[in-house]
């Protein structure tokens, strides 16, 4: 079992993913890829150093989008702490 305060190594958001885990994704997950937030990220790995972005507007021809990998340091955390409540935000 992995600790409840930091996102595993690989994530995807794509269903079909192996990687995909609609749990955490709801807690939502932040990405800081070289020292800037990326809010587009459709994939990342930590330990390989590598996120994976939409390409535009670009689809294949299946009508996924195409994405691109981008390689550098890559940092990961939860948006939200686990069993916090959001009402209690005062």
């Known amino acids: ?6 996102p595993p190594d690989r994530l995807s958001n794509d269903p079909r993913s192996k990687f995909h885990d609609a749990s955490l994704l709801e807690r939502g997950v932040g990405i800081r890829f070289n020292g ?10 930590i330990s390989e150093g590598w996120i994976r972005v939409q390409a535009g507007r ?5 009508g996924v989008p195409m994405t691109l990998k981008l390689r550098g340091n890559v940092e990961a955390w939860f948006q939200d702490a686990v069993g916090e409540d959001a009402t209690a935000a005062d």
């Open 58 to 62: 670009s689809l294949d021809r299946r």
């Open 36 to 45: 800037s937030e990326r809010t587009n990220v459709e994939e990342y790995c």
């Open 1 to 6: 079992m992995t600790d409840t305060n930091t």
